[in-house]
Each structure stands twice: as structure tokens, then as C-alpha cells.
């Protein structure tokens, strides 16, 4: 098992699911580890908590000045932390958008570039930022989310290319269908239950994420048999459309 001895890491969602499971994981590898979440931990947790609401995202920068200036560095950034909603582009609720990206785009960006500058000078860090497996192939009901995430892969991996001379290494993870308390809502409200194949638990997706970090490929794939769906989709879009078509996030009604 691979060791982070005295490495400061830094886990944003670190309250439950992915990041939780994250935190906890490099925790055991001997890190220091700073969670953050805007949800208060039901118990007491082994690592550092900070509470931070991650659509402020000045409040975001400042938590991890305030970590870098207390520890002296970060080593590692996972931008796990993520929010989803079913949403009507004909209704055209521009605030659900802005509030989506802002999480889901706008603090990994601005955590990334926060953190960035004192990795490249010490010519050592790693970036960890979550994208989703939908971004290859999007549903109906979910463009907020969607966009969100494609948002962090194109950035992640243009990023990850110019930071790699300077020792940083940033890498894009693709989860697969996690039952974690996002997930298992949007089952709940009507979504339908993904392949068993794509499915992963947050153990799975931990560990597979510390493995790969700091390895030649950018993008980390939990459930690779998803990277076949561009595939089929070039190939034989009618027979994509209609293995899509019965697939879509429920959308709240006002």
C-alpha cells in the first residue's frame, strides 16, 4: 500500500461518500489531512475538519491560505465536493446553473490555482479533481451538472499538461455510479438505476484514485467500460439515442 508519510493534504467533501472515504484513506497512508465540507461530520472524525460552504468561493481560497500558511505547503488537493439537481433548461432558472458551476467548476479552478503556484515552486503536489462519467454520455435533465463536470475535465486536463514540466501533477477522476447520498437521492427521485458494471463503492474509487496519483495518465477511470460509450455513439448514434433516451435526471417541479 502506497504511503503519503507527512504529506498535507487537503479533501474537500470530506463528510461522507468519496470524500470521506479519501480523507480517511490517506489518513491510514500516514498524510495529515485537513477535511472540508459545508456539512457538519455526525461524529468525530481522525482528521482535521474545516466547515466551509464551497459556492463562497473567497471562503474556499482563504481556508486553504489558512492551511498552507499553518502547515507550510499542501501536497495534495481533492476537489471531491460536488451538488446536483435536476434541471429544466426551458425554464431557464439561470440561478441553479451559477449556483451548480460555482460549486462544481468554480472552487476546484480556484482551489487549483490557489495551490498551484507553491507546488511549482517546490516542483512537487498533486491535484486531484472529480469529474463524472456522464459528461461522456449526458442525460436529459442534468446540463447543469453536466456542464459542471465537462468544465473540469477540459480545464484539469489542459492544466495537467502545462504543470507536468514543473513537477505538479493533476489528475481527472471518473467515479462511475457511486451510491453515495448524492447519488442515492437522485435514485430516489426517479432516476434510473445505472449497470451493475459502472457501479463502484467509495473504497473502490479511494483506492484506485491513490494508486494512479502521480502516474503518467491524467485521466483516472474507475469504471472503464464507460469510455466505450463515445465509441458507440459515433458509431451507431441511432442505437445510442435510443439506449439514452430512456434515461433522465427527474426535474423538481415548482
Known amino acids: 500500500m502506497r504511503e503519503f508519510t507527512n504529506h498535507i493534504a487537503v479533501v474537500t467533501g470530506a463528510a461522507s461518500g468519496i470524500g470521506r472515504q479519501l480523507a480517511e484513506d490517506l489518513l491510514d497512508r500516514r498524510a495529515e489531512v485537513i477535511g472540508v465540507d459545508v456539512q457538519d461530520l455526525a461524529d468525530r472524525p481522525r482528521f482535521h475538519f ?18 498552507e500558511k499553518e502547515h507550510g505547503r499542501i501536497d495534495i488537493l481533492a476537489n471531491v465536493a460536488g451538488i446536483d439537481r435536476g434541471v429544466s433548461v426551458a425554464e431557464g432558472d439561470r440561478d441553479v446553473f451559477e449556483k451548480i458551476m460555482r460549486v462544481n467548476f468554480f472552487a476546484p479552478l480556484a482551489g487549483t490555482l490557489a495551490v498551484v503556484p507553491g507546488m511549482a515552486s517546490r516542483r512537487y503536489g498533486y491535484v486531484l479533481n472529480v469529474s463524472s462519467d456522464s459528461v461522456r454520455s449526458p442525460i436529459a435533465g442534468a446540463s447543469a451538472y453536466i456542464a459542471s463536470k465537462g468544465a473540469v475535465t477540459g480545464f484539469t486536463e489542459s492544466a495537467a499538461l502545462e504543470l507536468k ?10 467515479p462511475g455510479f457511486v451510491y453515495t447520498s448524492m447519488g442515492s437521492e437522485a435514485i430516489e427521485e ?30 483516472i477511470n474507475a469504471a472503464p467500460i464507460a469510455l466505450a460509450t463515445p465509441i458507440l455513439k459515433s458509431l451507431a448514434p441511432r442505437l445510442y439515442r435510443r439506449m439514452m433516451a430512456p434515461q433522465a435526471m427527474p426535474i423538481p417541479h415548482h
Do not use: F, W
Open 190 to 219: 426517479g432516476l434510473k438505476p445505472p449497470p451493475r458494471m459502472i457501479v463502484r463503492t467509495p473504497e473502490q474509487v479511494s483506492a484506485l484514485a491513490l494508486k494512479k496519483l502521480g502516474g503518467q495518465r491524467i485521466e
Open 165 to 174: 514540466a514543473k513537477g505538479v501533477h493533476l489528475h481527472v477522476l471518473y
Open 50 to 67: 474545516v466547515r466551509c460552504d464551497l459556492s463562497d468561493i473567497d471562503a474556499y481560497v482563504n481556508t486553504l491560505g489558512h492551511t
